[in-house]
Structure formats: structure tokens, C-alpha cells
């Protein structure tokens, strides 16, 4: 993507954003804080738009996340991009600065406009510019910093009918503020605090042939397993090692709780688990990120005389089954409601396992075939696809702890190629186990 071709993008981006019928006023007290993004800004916290912004630098592209608004004063646009380089070194820094200059000359020529003298500007102790644009249709004011590896930008948009309100939008660019990384954690910590499920009764135990950490195949008194991956493709979102999940266990190798990550390593949900009325059940709560999208719009609820009564004590019922090998044959959620939801069916054959996982309308969902090794650890997956054909095959190889878990797992594609097999190492796997 060309310099020209960047500006215009996010031009255009902000212009098209969906526009509700009343647009919110950002006069106001409004606050919009990106955690990911490590900055705050005096914008609605909902009702913005979502894309991917690409900066090009002279170490290559900088990546990261653009957020739009289209309020009653100005179309508004703050992002930011990553490099894999330190950009803000006084040389890199000026000629980052000096290629943002031609692209708005050229769009200002195209199109009949104008621009202003370019403004050295600061942000804490960082150094920036800012521009201004000047066309028939309206106005187009960005500033842009150099911070370290990473490139913030911003950009109010004024149409001619909102030029009353230019003062306004300049002003909510200048509540722009780089957060520290004190204010960050303290953020993170107010968010998780918020997402904390109400622990649930760990007695009475229901009866049960086995237990989580047994059907996990985890092995001795397991208290705790941290899961984190690094992807080796280079295509993953984050390309460093992040958190996948963290599961704790009580003595009796029973879970009471369970935290996922999403793709950039934050914390996504929470879930506890315990027992009622004689079964084992969990709730959860998730945590939304400002990168996350909006929540879907409902059909809502379904008219009374079809409802069932909700136990609000929980979300989720488990009922398990076992061969007579002390093996998880099925694991079968339930609504808090009665109503069953989806299916986990295990088959087991010499040095293989099959998993298949079935919608609560019993439809099948996904069907997984694995290879043991002749202690139970998985050597090769087969993916399938609905009409039976497989879709891929990986292969894992491990390192373990002196008690036998996996405490590293490499994960390959296996393709073939010339008639012969290739393993592509894909990510690895690392877990931190903890015991009692």
C-alpha cells in the first residue's frame, strides 16, 4: 500500500463508517480507552468503527488498528501501527514525517484543494506533525507521532455543514493521551475485577468416575496448567508468545477454574466451576476489548408460554459417561434452563482416539482423529470436513517434566509434496504445570 493510497483509505474509511440516524455528540463527558492501543481519547467508548491499519515506514510495514467515529461535530479516526524496528530515532523519526507531506499535496492537487503549512507538534516527550487539508467538501485536520516502534494517528474530519464545530473537533484531538504503563496495568486489572464470575459451592461432590485433570490426561496432583503459543507460519496475529489459557485444579483433579485468551493474549473469559443440586455445573462472564466487534442485534425472546425457567445459580450443566477403562466417552452440556445443549462423543481404538462434537440439534460440528504414542500423549491430528474427507493432518512432537505432562509441543502441518511427506512447523506450544 503506497503512502497516497494509506491517507485515502483512512479518509475514505472514516466517510463510510455506519452513520445512525442521530449521530452522538462528542461534546460531553465521553472517554474511549484502547488497552491494546495503550492510549485515551475524549470519543464515545461505544458506537466506533473497527479496521486494520497499515503505515508503511523504511524498515517495511507497521501494523495495527484503526478505530472510527461519525459524530455530530466530525468524522473522527485514531489508530495506531507496530513496526518490528525503533522508528523514533531523530532521522527515522523526520523521514517518517517528511513522506506523510507529498500524499496530501497530491490529493490537495486532485482535487482542487489546499494545504497548510505543516506544525511541529509534541506529545509528552515525542515528537509529531500535524496537517491540514482544505477541500471543496470540507476539511481534513491529522496529526501524526512517532513513538519508539509504534506510529499513532489521528484525523477529524469537518464537512462544510460541521464547520461550526471545527474548535470542537481539534479539541477532542488534543485529549489524545499516551498511556503510561502503571495506567495500563491498573486498567487491565479494573477490567478483569468487572469480569469475575461470583465463585460457585465446591460441596456437596457429585459422583463421578474420573476427573477433569484425569480426562485432560494430565498426570499427578496437578493445581494448575498456564498454556501459551507462538506461531512459527508468521501469519498469526501476534507473532510472539501469548497466553492461551489457564486452568486451576483442585486436590481432587477437579477444575474450578478456567481463563481464555484470545488471539493478542488478553483475557477473554472467565469461567468458574462447582456443584448444585447434586451436579457438576460452571458460569462465565466474558471480557469485550475495544477491538472486539459489536455484540450481534437479537430476535428477542421468544414469547412466554415458550420460555423455560432459568436457574440463575448457573449457566452450563455437565453430565459425563466412561467406558470401563475410566475413558470420557461423552460429555454432554445442559442450559440452566433443562434444555441440552452440545455434545462431546470420545471413541477410543488401539493408539487412537476420535472426538466428535455435535450442535445441540445433534448435528455434527467438527470431527477430530487422533495418533497416541504408547504413553496416550496425541503424536498426529487429522482434521476432517463435513463430507468426511480430511482436511488437514498435524503432527506434534513434545518435551516433558519430570512427572510426564508436556511442558512444549511443536505443531506441523503435514503436506505432500513430490509424493512425499513435509512437516511445516505451524506453533508451539508451552505449559507451565503446577502442583501440589
Keep these: 500500500m503506497s503512502r497516497l493510497t494509506l491517507i485515502i483509505a483512512i479518509t475514505l474509511a472514516i466517510f463510510s463508517s455506519t452513520q445512525q440516524a442521530w449521530p452522538p455528540s462528542v461534546i460531553g463527558s465521553h472517554k474511549f480507552v484502547s488497552l491494546q492501543g495503550r492510549f485515551s481519547v475524549s470519543l464515545p467508548a461505544q458506537s466506533h468503527g473497527f479496521s486494520q491499519l497499515t503505515i508503511p515506514t523504511p524498515f517495511g510495514k507497521a501494523n495495527g488498528d484503526l478505530y472510527r467515529w461519525q459524530t455530530k461535530e466530525a468524522a473522527f479516526g485514531v489508530g495506531y501501527a507496530d513496526a518490528a524496528q525503533a522508528l523514533d530515532s531523530p532521522e527515522t523519526a523526520k523521514e517518517i514525517f517528511n513522506s506523510l507531506r507529498d500524499p496530501l499535496n497530491k490529493i490537495a492537487a486532485a482535487n482542487g484543494g489546499t494545504t497548510a503549512e505543516v506544525k511541529q507538534i509534541s506529545i509528552d516527550k515525542y515528537s509529531g506533525i500535524e496537517q491540514r487539508l482544505d477541500l471543496f467538501t470540507g476539511s481534513i485536520i491529522q496529526r501524526t507521532y512517532v513513538v519508539s516502534h509504534r506510529i499513532y494517528q489521528m484525523i477529524a474530519v469537518v464537512k462544510n455543514e460541521q464547520r461550526v464545530y471545527e474548535g470542537v473537533a481539534t479539541g477532542v484531538l488534543d485529549t489524545f493521551k499516551i498511556l503510561s504503563d502503571a495506567e495500563v496495568a491498573v486498567a487491565k486489572a ?124 448457573y449457566q452450563n450443566r455437565f453430565e459425563f459417561k466412561y467406558d470401563n477403562k475410566k475413558r470420557l466417552i461423552e460429555k454432554t452440556y445442559f442450559h440452566n434452563n433443562g434444555e441440552p445443549g452440545p455434545r462431546d462423543v470420545y471413541k477410543y481404538t488401539d493408539k487412537q482416539r476420535e472426538e466428535l462434537f455435535y450442535s445441540a440439534d445433534g448435528s455434527l460440528r467438527q470431527r477430530y482423529l487422533y495418533t497416541l504414542d504408547d504413553k496416550g500423549n496425541e503424536i498426529e491430528k487429522s482434521i476432517f470436513e463435513r463430507d468426511g474427507t480430511v482436511r488437514s493432518r498435524i503432527s506434534f512432537v513434545y518435551e516433558f517434566d519430570s512427572r510426564g505432562n508436556w511442558i512444549k509441543r511443536t505443531a506441523s502441518e503435514i503436506v505432500t509434496k513430490d509424493g512425499r511427506e513435509e512437516r511445516k512447523p505451524q506453533n508451539v506450544y508451552y505449559r507451565t504445570v503446577t502442583y501440589y
Design 190 to 313: 479494573e477490567n478483569a475485577a468487572k469480569a469475575e464470575p461470583s465463585p460457585l459451592p465446591q460441596a456437596p461432590v457429585s459422583s463421578r468416575v474420573s476427573s477433569d485433570a484425569a480426562d485432560k490426561g494430565l498426570r499427578g496432583p496437578v493445581k494448575s496448567v498456564l498454556t501459551e503459543s507462538q506461531s512459527l507460519s508468521g501469519t498469526g496475529s501476534v507473532q510472539t508468545r501469548k497466553r492461551n489459557s489457564l486452568e486451576t485444579y483442585n486436590k481432587q483433579g477437579n477444575m474450578v477454574r478456567e481463563e481464555l485468551y484470545d488471539g493478542r493474549g488478553n483475557q477473554s473469559v472467565i469461567t468458574v466451576f462447582g456443584y448444585i443440586d447434586g451436579s457438576r455445573v460452571s458460569t462465565s462472564k466474558w471480557i469485550s476489548h475495544e477491538y472486539d466487534p459489536p455484540p450481534p442485534v437479537g430476535i428477542g425472546p421468544a414469547p412466554r408460554s415458550e420460555m423455560k425457567r432459568s436457574d440463575s445459580r
